[in-house]
C-alpha cells in the first residue's frame, strides 16, 4: 500500500479470457476498447491507467487487504480515522471485496480479525454499526431499518441520532450482525442486488477502551451505490432518475472531498452531499482512506469500466502522492477532446482541519428536521419558504440562510443560456437564476469531463464551434436538471411534513366543528354556531390553500423535470452511434 494518506487501487474480476479485454499488471491498468471505424474497420484503442495498486483477477480478498488496506488499521489504533471504499458498477466485484463469503472472507472480516486480535491484547473493546445512505434518507440496518435523522450539534460535527451501535468480539459475532443488516438492506425490493446498487452500506467499527465511552479510533468500510446508477438514467422513470441524480451527486462530492483533503485545500467541499457530510470526520485529523475501484472486464461493460478508471484516475491525481496516468498516444487523442489530464500533483501537503466555525449548516440538515420543525410549532400552519420566484419563473423550495457571494464573470456568463430549443430555453433560465455557483459548474469543481455528470457524447474531430456549444448545452441541461431534481427531493419532503400537519389539524378541527353543533343544539345561539364555524372552516381554507399553492410548485417542477430529462435522453442515430435529443 502507499505510503500516502490515499491508497487508489483497482482491481478487476474474473472473466471468460476471450471476452476480456483488460490487462492488470499493477501499476498499470490497461483496457483494450474495440472500436470501429467509420469504414467499419475494427481496431482497438489502448487505454493505460496507473494506480497505487491494480490487482487483477487471480487476487484474492486476503491479498487485497495486505496490499491495500492493512495500513488502515494502525491508523484506527493511533486515534485515527480509518476510511475504505469500494467504488464501481453493479456485479464488479464491490460487496465481494468488501463482504466476501465463507470460502473467501472480505475486508470486513480480515480487517475484524487484527481488530480484534489488538483489542485482546490490549484490553479494548469494538462496537460496530451499520447503515445505508439511500437518497438523502438514511436507514440504521441493525435496528430494523428505523430511519436515521442527522444533526449538528454546537460545535457543528453531525451525528447520527438513533443509530444503533454494537459490541462485538469476534468475527463471527460481526458477521451475525452485518448478515442480519444485510437481509434488512434488501428488505422489500425486487431485487437484492439492484437495490443494494442503490444504496450506500457503511459499516463502521469504533474502538474504545474497556468500560469507557471513548472512542480511540474507528474505521468505515463503505460500499458504495454502482456508479453506473448515476449515470445516463434520463430515459427511466421519475424515481430512478432521482435516485442517478443523488447518487451522481454523492459520488461527484466524495472525489471532490477526497481531492482536496489529499492537496491540502482550506475548503473541502463535504456539503456536497449526505455521504460527504455524515463522512466529514471520517477524513479529518489523523485520517487514512483506501478507495478501491472494481472494475468487470469484459467488451460488454468497456464504457462503465473505462468510467470507472477516469473517476479512480481524477482521484489518484489531484490526491496528492499520486503520479499521472499515463495515456498512450491513441488515447491522448480522446484525452485531449475531453479536455486532457489534469497536471499530477506529486507534493503531499498538510491538509489544514476546517475551524469548527468555517463549517457551515448543511442544507441538506433542514430536511432532516423539518419535521420536527412541523410538530413543534405548535399548531400554527406555516407556509414552506420558498424563495420569491422570478418572473415567470417556477419556483424552487431552496431554502438556507447564506446567501450567494457576488457572481464573478465567468459566473456570471455560465447563467447565460446557451440553449437553443425555446421551451428548454425558458426553463433554463428560469432555474439558471436560482441555482448556486458550485451547482452551475456542474457540482464537479469545473474541471472534469469525464465524469458521469459530464458524460456526453464525445464531439467529432473537427466539428467545430457548434458541436462544442452542444456540448455546452448538454452540460447545462444536465446542471439545471440536477438543480430540479435535488429542488423537487427538497419540496416532497417539505410537503409531506405539511401535509401531515394539516391532518392533525383537520383531525382537531373536525372534533371543534362536532363540538359547535352540539353547543348549537345545547346552548349556543346560532351567531356564536355562525362564528365558530366560519373561523374554524377559514383556518382550514387557508391552510388548504397553501398545500395546494406548494402542490402547484411541486407539480411545475416536475414536469420541468420531466421536459429536461426527455431533452437528455439519449436517441439512437441511424449510423449507431448516441445522440442528445437536446438541440
Ligand atoms: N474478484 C472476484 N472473484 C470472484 N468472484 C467475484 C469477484 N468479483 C465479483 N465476483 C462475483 O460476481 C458477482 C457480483 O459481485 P458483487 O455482488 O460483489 O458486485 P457488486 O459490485 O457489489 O454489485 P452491486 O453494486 O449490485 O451490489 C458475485 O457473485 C461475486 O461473487
Redesign the pocket.
Known sequence: MSSSRICVAV????CDADKDIVTAQSPQCIVNEPKVKYDLTPYTERHNFVFDEVLD?K???REVYNRCCRPLIDTLFSNGNATCF?Y????????????G?DA?PGLYACAAKDIFTRCKAQNQEVFASFYEIYGRKMFDLLNERAKLVAREDADKVINICGLSEHAVASVDELFNIINKGSAYRAAGMTSA??E??RSHAVLQMEVHEKGSSKTIGRISFI????NERGADTFDCDRKTRMEGAEINKSLLALKECIRALGVGKAHVPFRGSVLTEVLRDSFLGNSRTTMIA?ISPTSAHCENTLNTLRYTQRVKDLSGGGQAAQVDPSAARVAAAKGGNAAPNNKKAQRPTPEPSALKRPEWMDDFNNEDNANNNNGEFAQIKLPPPPPGAVPSARRGDAGPSAPTKAQRNKREVAVKDPKIATIVQNHLKEMEVDELEGGSGGDDDDDNSANVTPTPAGAGVAAALQRQEVKQVRAVHAHVVRAISRAEEDIMAMHRRHIDVKMSGIKEEIKAIQALEDQDTVDEYVSKVAGLLTKQRREIDVILDNLNKLQSMLRDEEELSRTLTPVVKAGGGKRRSVV
Open positions: 482491481r478487476k474480476r474474473p483477477e487476487v484474492g480478498n469500494a464501481g458498477q453493479t456485479g464488479s466485484g464491490k460487496t465481494h471485496t468488501m463482504l463469503h473467501e442486488n439492484a443494494s446498487s460500499d458504495l451505490a454502482g472494481t
